[in-house]
């Protein structure tokens, strides 16, 4: 596997409109978020929780509070079908419960369970022990440019 990806020399050629380096950050971006992601899975993967359960459970730590699933939604940037479907498995691994709403009715909250706080605990020091190791060819000057440029890309495409 080529890394980092790399366009062939005759692209420009066969496309004259487009741009051989946007190409290519567009191509890592999106190799390197895949290879993070598989690497948090495999983190998490003693624990039986998906990256995206662990986000939830993080969302619903941090909120300090039970939340409606279109606040989860929003922080997961995922549609309320995907974390309908996380939150089902989390509700039957008792790490998280639904209950109504106290005044609206038409609305479901999601309840952090104790044992959903010990995990989402064991979870944040896995991934975040493992991600020191993730980044470690990447000085800490590196880290910072890093992350200033990618919140550059992601305000401009938001």
Known sequence: MEMPIRVSRDFATKYPDAS?????CA????????????????????FDVSPAGG??????????QPCPPYYISDRL???RATVTGVVDTLVKRGLVRREQHPTDRRMVLVHLTTAGS??????????????????GSLSEH????????????????A
């Open 142 to 157: 590196e880290r910072a440019q890093l992350t200033e440029l990618l919140g550059k890309l992601q305000r401009h495409l």
């Open 118 to 135: 010990r995990m989402a605990d064991k979870v944040r020091r896995t991934v975040h022990h493992a991600e020191a190791e993730w980044m």
């Open 55 to 64: 986000l939830v459970l993080g969302i619903l730590k941090d909120a300090g």
């Open 27 to 46: 191509m890592n971006l999106a190799r390197t978020g895949d290879l993070v992601l598989g690497r948090v899975a495999a983190a998490l993967q003693p």
């Open 77 to 79: 940037i995922v549609s």
């Open 20 to 24: 051989p380096s946007a190409t290519e």
